[in-house]
């Protein structure tokens, strides 16, 4: 009697089992004409005293038409599903990368492009101080032809240009004081201190000569 009785208990727990499965599972069918219990059992990977716990049947062997049984349901569908959804969210990922390889490009071309500005700006200066010192030159130039110039002049109002002209105290090219010539008469001395002269007096040979168109003397 005990032995019966363990079985019953053990035969019970496992159709509770069985039915916690279908309860997890569940699954709805409807049930059509030619429809048995075992039927639905074996479609649905499962067992009648499952069925038969689940929808609480007295009589395994009579069901109608129409009825809705719940049964241990299928995982191909959930598996379907989930695999579906990983290949649809593959081109978002797809999409962002090729965002980010579209915005690395447009970060390269700016960067190549602040590169070509900078370039040509410093391609720029050197030839802005290039005109600046040209510039210069011709100033430097045309100050040096105007003074020769005024100096030349001078010299020909003086003595016509010649380094041995005398009149009285003066003597030479520039017709200096004897006192400032120091009693050397060369040419080289007499430059010199002509130089000497019109720039501590005057402070260039065209303001000297301007001095001399006024007053016939500088």
Known sequence: MKIKNALLSTAAATASLFAIGATAQAATVTVKAGD?????ALDHNTTVDAIQQANHLKDVNLILVGQQLEVNGD???TTTTTTTTTQTSQPAATTQSSSQTT??????QTSQSSQTQSSQTQTSTPAAKT???STSSTSNYSNNSSE????AWIANKESGGSYSARNGQYIGKYQLSASYLNGDY????QERVANNYVASRYGSWANAKSHWLANNWY
């Open 75 to 77: 995982d191909s569908t």
């Open 186 to 189: 060369s040419a080289a001395n």
């Open 131 to 133: 005109t600046q010192q």
């Open 103 to 108: 915005n690395q490009a447009s970060q390269s």
């Open 148 to 151: 020769s110039a005024a100096k």
């Open 36 to 40: 048995t219990v075992s039927q639905i």
